[in-house]
């Protein structure tokens, strides 16, 4: 399975963006997936991941209440809702499939994942 992000783009602080990740080659409905980002110079960070099912999401503290992961089987997508952005969330964010070991617990350790697209640039004003 590939997965390609779009959806990024320039937005004021406290504005939304919302990040759609597409795959093709597999189902979303038989894979984890995950949300990571990364900015200049600091290391990849897992903010947001969902269970093959759904019904089970976790985020990072640093998007938690802000930030949204849901599945649509009918499209294949995985979409991400960004509210309150703040320029700390400027970075490049990747959407990724989870690897078989794929472990739960772990859903925002990039490790557990497999496939990566090549990211969608998001710049948050202030």
């Known amino acids: 399975a590939q997965v390609v992000e779009s959806g990024g783009g320039l937005v004021h602080s406290g504005g939304s963006l919302k990040l759609t990740c597409t795959m093709s080659?597999?189902?979303?409905?038989?894979?984890?997936i995950g949300w990571f980002r990364q900015a200049p110079g600091k290391d990849r960070e897992g903010i947001a991941c969902?269970?093959?099912?759904?019904?089970?999401?976790d985020y990072s503290d640093s998007v938690k209440g802000r930030f949204n992961i849901a599945k649509d089987n009918a499209r294949n997508v995985v979409t991400l809702q960004m509210d309150s952005l703040r320029p700390e969330d400027t970075a490049v964010y990747y959407c990724?499939?989870?690897?078989?070991?794929?472990?739960?617990?772990?859903?925002?350790?990039?490790?557990?994942?497999?496939?990566w697209g090549r990211g969608t640039q998001v710049n948050v004003s202030s």
């Open positions: 990724a499939v989870g690897t078989p070991w794929f472990a739960t617990d772990q859903c925002l350790m990039p490790n557990q994942y497999g496939a």
């Open positions: 080659g597999g189902r979303m409905d038989s894979h984890p």
């Open positions: 969902i269970t093959i099912s759904g019904l089970a999401r």
